[in-house]
């Protein structure tokens, strides 16, 4: 009877991993914000509500800016929120094994996120996911962020494209 009960729970297990090992990949991709154009984004963010994400924004001076979850959360909905505290923080940033960086962030605790309106940490953020390595910032006072974000996507490559030419485009002021 032992026996059986084993064999049945092993079982059902294998079935388990083998239906999830053929499920469609989904979750975790970059998107283009609401109303911007997929094929030349100038903001684009994570859609898995259930994991670390980012948003990435490139201004007309082709400086990148980012949001970093702390923990998380579906970024429209977070954004959404009502989040009248924020403060600066000292943060170290680093991709992968490289050596961390000293960095000035927001730090928004209602919401969950890191703001860093520095170039430096948002192209962490970029190179991470391009090299597909793991993003760390050690906040002083807040939340820590140690994430992998999905890799490069069609979206993700139009955002780079969009940033580069607005960075190579003369400027006629």
Aim: net charge neutral; glycine share 4%.
């Amino acid at each position: 009877m032992k026996t059986k009960r084993q064999f049945a729970r092993i079982s059902a297990i294998a079935i388990t991993l083998a239906a999830t090992a053929v499920l469609p990949a989904f979750g975790n991709e970059w998107k283009a914000w609401a109303n911007q154009d997929p094929t030349a984004p100038r903001v684009i963010y994570t859609d898995d509500a259930t994991a670390l994400g980012a948003v990435l924004a490139c201004n007309g001076d082709s400086r990148l800016t980012a949001i970093i979850s702390t923990q998380p959360g579906s970024f429209p909905d977070l954004l959404k929120m009502n989040a009248p505290y924020k403060r600066s923080e000292k943060a170290m940033v680093s991709v992968g094994d490289q050596s961390p960086q000293d960095a000035k962030v927001t730090w928004i605790p209602a919401i969950n996120v890191v703001q860093a309106n520095s170039h430096m940490v948002a192209a962490k953020v970029f190179n991470a996911t391009v090299l597909g390595e793991p993003f760390k910032m050690d906040v002083k006072h807040g939340d820590d962020v140690d994430a992998r974000f999905p890799p490069p996507n069609d979206v993700f490559q139009a955002f780079a494209d969009t940033c580069q030419k607005s960075r190579s485009e003369p400027d006629e002021s």
